[in-house]
């Protein structure tokens, strides 16, 4: 199976070749996108696809539910890559439905390691607590996903990369988004960030 990923991929390469030449040599000249995707590590939510882009338009960084930890090292290496180098000038969080990270931590199951990760969308929940009230399990996890948009786009907002990205008078916007894998759509959750 692996070695049918290889062939997709000189399958692919070649049927871009051939529809234009200079695509790759163009594609490897230099990154210049103006948005930032922090985006669930789901593999039905490809960044680049659902919004119509090519390979270069969007710096993509996915984890699983799509969160912004202040202490993930690697979330913020990126987000200061694309913020003060890149310069992008969007960064959009993407969460979706039927997002697993969130329904586990909406189930309080116990899985491990990821447990730990999890417990920030745990402690989002028990924050909205009365807001779940009389809501059935889907729209339950449907409420969890957009209020775990919400606050992640509200910690992009208050990392010092932002904050001094801000202060210097850059033009960025912080965006919080919502996929629904069912009909390909996004809503914008109009985020007051």
Known sequence: MI???????????????????????????????????????DSRVPANEIVGMQPGQVFVHRNVANLVVHTDFNLLSVLQYAVDVLQVEHVIVCGHYGCGGVEAALANQQLGIIDNWLQNIKDIHQRHQEQFSGLSE?????????????????????????????KRKQKLKIHGWIYSIADGLIKDLKVPV
């Open 3 to 41: 070695e049918d990923l290889l062939s997709n991929n000189l399958k692919w390469a070649n049927r871009i070749k051939q529809n234009d030449p200079d695509y790759f040599p163009n594609l490897s000249m230099q990154q210049n996108p103006d948005y930032l995707w922090i985006g669930c590590s």
């Open 138 to 166: 889907k729209e339950q996890s449907n409420l969890l996903c957009e209020l775990n948009v919400i606050e992640q786009a509200k910690n992009v907002s208050q990392t010092t990369i932002v904050q001094q990205a801000l």
